[in-house]
């Protein structure tokens, strides 16, 4: 009998780890520091001692928030971001930056006559161990191998022809573009290939303002922000729309 469950990583691996075990640390040493000063009266070096303590003891909590976002909340906001899609079950969704697999996956599921697509670059330092075969393995945990394409590839030059997809999802990924021309390119490329009629959701932190934004500059009139989401930590919205179908 296999045993074998997906896997779907832990996000920010390296801020886990440092909030999990600098935060204590943090604390003791604060600790430490308001011992050796109180007697001594020294104030200033008391205030600096007592916001160590705190800070690490608020970095310690935030590990576990972000722990807490990665094996549980991200899979209700997912559910949520698809639900509002009311996908038919026979179009093509691409997910962009997809990782391993969360949305490219759930998406999969949803589409019985249909086709997932995922691409990403594979970083190490927003999902441990990210690699294509990683979410190869969990589209085959789930039964949706094939259902399921992954591609390596650049969110700002999409190796897809024009006006070939239904659906465009993305999940934490476009803000790891460090530049507001690289985020407003993977945005043109969005649009770019999406049909006439096509949707997008994109979920993230941050920049989702910006997101929206170019949306509406390049054709997706109806482009909006949600409110925020806490399903995941740190919060998250999306920014949703629908591309301008031609008229006649």
Known sequence: MNNEKPDYGLDAPGLVRGFLLGG?????????????SQPRHIGPLIGVANAMFFTGIVF?????????????????ARDHLLDDLHLRGDETVLDLGCGHGLLLIGAAKRLPRGHSLGIDLWSQVDQSDNSREAALRNARLENVAGRVEVRDGDMQKLPFQDQSIDAVVANLSIHNISSRDGRREAIAEIV???????????????HVGQYVED???????DARKSGLSFWIFPPVRIATGRKTVPAG
């Open 24 to 36: 204590p640390a943090l604390s003791i040493a604060g600790w430490f520091l308001i011992a050796w």
């Open 60 to 76: 310690f909590i935030e590990s576990f928030l972000l722990m807490a976002s990665s094996f549980y909340g991200k899979y209700r």
């Open 192 to 206: 770019r290939v999406l049909k006439p009629g096509g949707q997008v959701a994109l979920m993230d932190f941050k």
């Open 215 to 221: 949306l509406k500059k390049r054709g997706i009139a």
